[in-house]
């Protein structure tokens, strides 16, 4: 049998974003494009859609995988959250965005645009997941 695939390494980012019931109504219904323009997450499509080397799918640009989640936390006494209070129980709807970085990327590059979702992040410690992995390609 003739093999119909092969993988090609990269980088997986994972980007947890704090989304309003509004904007989740919208996700839920892929209205991605109706979403607030000055939310986090519209800030976070946007910068992908920028020159950077993230979301590289070779002929296609800019590609990134949406999901929407639950992000569950209790602040502790020193926090300063964006959502909830020191000591209670907190739910917070969440995007989940996660985004492909071809292996070859120039790395300061890669570095940069990190930097760069780190400062649009609201969240005083952004939940961020960067993970080396492999992806099937036709061949």
């Known amino acids: 049998m003739l093999k119909k695939h092969a993988t ?11 989304i309003d019931a509004a904007t989740q109504a919208l996700l839920a219904r892929g209205a991605v494009m109706s979403i607030d323009p000055d939310c986090a ?6 910068f992908v859609r ?10 296609y640009q800019s590609v990134m995988e949406l999901a929407t989640g639950l992000e ?4 502790g006494a020193a ?20 985004i492909y970085i071809p ?8 570095s940069a645009a990190i930097d760069e979702i780190v400062a649009l992040h609201p969240w ?6 960067l993970v080396e992995t492999r992806l099937v390609t036709r061949v």
């Open 79 to 98: 926090a300063r959250p964006t959502l909830g209070e020191a000591g209670a129980e907190a739910v917070s709807a969440t995007a989940i965005v996660t």
């Open 72 to 75: 569950l936390f209790t602040p």
């Open 41 to 46: 997450l519209a800030r976070l499509i946007a």
């Open 50 to 59: 920028d020159e950077n080397p993230l979301g590289d799918f070779g002929p």
């Open 103 to 110: 292996a070859d990327a120039p790395q300061a590059a890669v």
């Open 124 to 129: 005083e410690v952004p939940v961020i997941e």
């Open 8 to 18: 090609r390494p990269v980088s997986a980012l994972k980007v947890y974003c704090p």
